[in-house]
């Protein structure tokens, strides 16, 4: 009889749409891991200042923090599309702003496999690369029109923007725009989410810090006294860095007050100490700003009673240069812009803050939030690409780490840049190094096939047990001959080869 009860119990409690939990995907754009949660001695790179992030930490204290996670392509839309697919920017061929992904393949975006599911799917803000190069916002993607908000006090004229606090009332900056949206439909949603009657998959994508920086002025006052932002330690290109890996940072330069100044962009130039202060100082209030949003969506899903039975994700698109080699902006394979935040709340399962220094990539969110929520797994990709496969992923779940923060998933991260239309920088970080190779590559006619790893124009090999900030690239020292051929061996091998426990990846299937 007690068992029966105990039965109905937790049938009541645990009906088929209840058990199934509700996601709140939230995203910030160009945001390196600059956050008060990833302080600390374990802290993967050196790029931090004491930040005000109360909200954003608060979150990381009840999730899954992933400490060392890194995008596939530190660029807006092939990073997205790619976390947002599961796939490698070898499988979507998205790498660059143009292109979407539809186009190389129909394959299932995470909100739509929820959609799919029977969620109402939400998204607002920036989720997708906006424009042509994601169809206007991937229509399949969503059950109602995704939300946009409209800019205000942001222009090609200037970088940054401290404005009064006083000349937002009546025009707000665009991520208030897009908190008050979420905040809104998430009351819109909550009766139905809580009775069970329909769950949501609620997208909402912030657009700072990216530029330009424009913030409420009273952040930048309470929190980042002039006086407390430092100049980066390292304003040098690394040493025997080969020129392909430099970016001249067109996106900072575009902006009339930094081109005013009219630096080349070029190796081992920099803007002036004052111009770099001023950045860096904007570039942490508007991650202050944006933290505050994120606490008051957080805030409403907790009042209506849902944070219970819904799972958070908070994570940038790619890691960012702040004046560090003298490279703004993101566009390389640096470590520094490669490094993302990532954490996942699962409610009960994460309660108690779980942090880990395992390496993990942004195709393992897709796998990771399926099954949080609730669903079976669904299966590995068997190929290195697989255009033709609508569902599969590229990565590995997560979950484990929650038990186990300690055993490593995956042995390294893969990630990629092309440059000049003509060269793929394929790059790997592993426990210790940083090992990339420059190859030719030809988008019309190469990507079906193995890279042509003959064909390398240059290598990079940073050592990070003794070189955290990347400032001496070893790849053609004698003493790392060994090291460099092991890394290349594993670098060629790739993702599917680099899991920890054999079952996953199919390695029998690669030539
Ligand atoms: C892509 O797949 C969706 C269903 O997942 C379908 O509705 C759509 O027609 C497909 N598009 C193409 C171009 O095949
Ligand atoms: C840039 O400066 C660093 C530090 O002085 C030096 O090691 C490196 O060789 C320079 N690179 C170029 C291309 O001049």
Redesign the pocket.
């Known amino acids: 009889m007690r068992k029966l009860l105990l039965i109905v119990t937790i049938f009541t409690l645990c009906g088929y749409s209840q058990c199934r939990k509700n996601v709140l995907f939230l995203m910030a754009d160009d945001l390196r891991p600059n956050i008060g949660a990833y302080n600390g001695p374990n802290s993967p790179s050196p790029v931090h200042p004491q930040m005000h992030t109360p909200n954003i930490d608060a979150l990381a204290s009840r999730s899954l923090l992933l400490k060392r996670a890194y995008v596939q392509v530190a660029l807006c839309s092939p990073s997205r599309s790619s976390l947002l697919t599961g796939r490698r920017p070898d499988t979507t061929r998205v790498y660059d702003l143009d292109h979407y992904f539809r186009h190389t393949g129909n394959f299932t975006t995470l909100p739509q496999y929820f959609k799919n599911k029977g969620y109402r799917s939400i998204g607002m803000g920036k989720i997708f690369h906006p424009g042509h190069a994601s169809g206007h916002d991937d229509p399949l993607s969503w059950s109602e029109p995704f939300f946009h908000g409209v800019r205000h006090f942001e222009s090609n004229s200037h970088s940054w923007l401290a404005v009064p606090d006083a000349n937002l009332v009546h025009t707000p900056l665009k991520d208030r725009q897009v908190a008050d949206h979420a905040i809104q439909k998430l009351k819109q949603v909550a009766p139905d989410a809580k009775s069970g009657r329909k769950n949501f998959f609620m997208a909402v994508g912030f657009h700072k810090p990216h530029l330009p920086f424009v913030f409420p002025k009273s952040i930048m006052d309470k929190y980042y006294p002039s006086n407390s932002i430092h100049l980066p330690p390292n304003p ?2 690394p ?1 025997f ?1 080969p020129d392909i890996a430099w970016i001249n940072y067109g996106e900072l330069r575009n902006f009339a007050d930094v081109a005013a100044l009219h630096a080349s962009g070029n ?2 130039t920099t803007l002036p100490d004052y111009k770099v202060v001023q950045l860096r100082r904007a570039y942490y209030s508007a991650i202050t700003w944006m933290d505050s949003l994120v606490g008051e969506v957080i805030a409403e899903l907790e009042n209506l009673g849902l944070s219970d039975n819904t799972v958070i994700v908070f994570a940038s698109d790619h890691g960012y240069q702040l004046g560090e080699h003298g490279e703004w902006c993101k566009h390389t394979n640096f470590d520094i812009a490669l490094h993302a935040p990532l954490m996942i709340r699962v409610p009960h399962r994460t309660d108690a803050g779980i942090s880990t220094d395992q390496i993990v990539e942004f195709v393992d969110i897709f796998p990771t939030v399926v099954e949080a929520a609730g669903f079976s797994p669904i299966s590995q990709c068997h190929y290195r690409i697989s255009p033709g496969t609508k569902l599969c992923h590229e990565g590995i779940s997560l979950l484990p780490l929650i038990d186990n923060p300690n055993t490593p998933l995956k042995n390294a991260a893969f990630s990629q840049y092309y440059r000049h239309n003509r060269v793929m920088g394929y790059t790997m970080r592993t426990d210790k190094y940083r090992y990339t190779e420059w190859i030719n590559f030809d988008f019309k006619t190469n990507t079906r096939s193995t890279p042509h790893w003959q064909q390398i124009q240059s290598a990079e090999l940073y050592d990070h047990t003794i070189d955290p900030e990347e400032n001496v690239n070893r790849a053609n020292y004698k003493s790392y001959h060994d090291i460099r051929a092991n890394l290349r061996t594993q670098l060629h091998r790739g993702w599917l080869n680099a899991f920890v426990d054999p079952s996953h990846g199919s390695p029998q299937l690669i030539g």
Do not use: D, P
Request: net charge positive.
């Open positions: 040098y290109a040493r860095m190796i081992n």
